[in-house]
T-cell receptor, first 113, second 114 residues
Framework: EPEVTQTPSHQVTQMGQEVILRCVPISNHLYFYWYRQILGQKVEFLVSFYNNEISEKSEIFDDQFSVERPDGSNFTLKIRSTKLEDSAMYFC???????????FGQGTRLTVV | AQSVTQLDSQVPVFEEAPVELRCNYSSSVSVYLFWYVQYPNQGLQLLLKYLSGSTLVKGINGFEAEFNKSQTSFHLRKPSVHISDTAEYFCAVSENNYGQNFVFGPGTRLSVLP
């Protein structure tokens, strides 16, 4: 069964460092998303991506964040200068069409120290 | 923009008892509705979805939900829960328009007690 894969599963980084979280969406999907979940809190929307551009982003997704689909398979989230409050579980998701469910990866736990 | 409310942050229930987890949404356009489950230290797994058609939808693990357009609700039910159902449950909504955002509710923690 096709699935969304995320790497790494856990990343520890020092405050101020850049991190790149990687996702491989399901191959024929067209819409891609990043969400985050701070420990014990709700799942928050960060950004959606379609047709090689950002289609929607939340207030959380400020200038420190960027997304890229550098090739036909990967979808990355970059945080330029990490802050302690960026520590969270980051989920990538993809869906084939708007009237379908989103498939989520297992997440990357980012710990900023 | 759409929003999702889950009024119960925690629901404790005894094993084999029935359970209902409530979800209400607001949107100015038609929506698609979903329930996801998150087991401890795991990702998000789809339980069930409403896209169109019958308002009563059945999902995995014996769960079902009913879409009520007039009450803008999509409550999740299970007639008899198991210990293994202990998890966090998230209701999510996606609007049927160009807005592709998939909005989650705050979640309900279901704790099944022996």
């Amino acid at each position: 069964e096709p699935e969304v894969t995320q790497t790494p599963s856990h990343q520890v980084t020092q405050m101020g460092q850049e991190v790149i979280l990687r996702c491989v969406p399901i191959s024929n999907h067209l819409y891609f998303y990043w969400y985050r979940q701070i420990l014990g809190q709700k799942v928050e929307f960060l950004v959606s991506f379609y047709n090689n551009e950002i289609s929607e982003k939340s207030e959380i997704f400020d200038d420190q964040f960027s997304v890229e689909r550098p090739d036909g398979s990967n979808f990355t989230l970059k945080i330029r200068s990490t802050k302690l409050e960026d520590s969270a579980m980051y989920f990538c998701a993809s869906r084939i069409l708007l009237n379908t469910e989103a498939f989520f990866g297992q997440g990357t736990r980012l710990t900023v120290v | 923009a759409q929003s999702v409310t889950q009024l119960d942050s925690q629901v404790p229930v005894f094993e084999e008892a029935p359970v209902e987890l409530r979800c209400n949404y607001s949107s100015s356009v038609s929506v698609y509705l979903f329930w996801y489950v998150q087991y401890p230290n795991q990702g998000l797994q789809l339980l069930l979805k409403y896209l169109s058609g019958s308002t009563l939808v059945k999902g995995i693990n014996g769960f079902e939900a009913e879409f009520n357009k007039s009450q803008t609700s999509f409550h999740l039910r299970k007639p008899s829960v198991h210990i293994s159902d202990t998890a966090e449950y998230f209701c999510a909504v996606s609007e049927n328009n160009y807005g592709q955002n998939f909005v989650f509710g705050p979640g309900t923690r279901l704790s099944v007690l022996p």
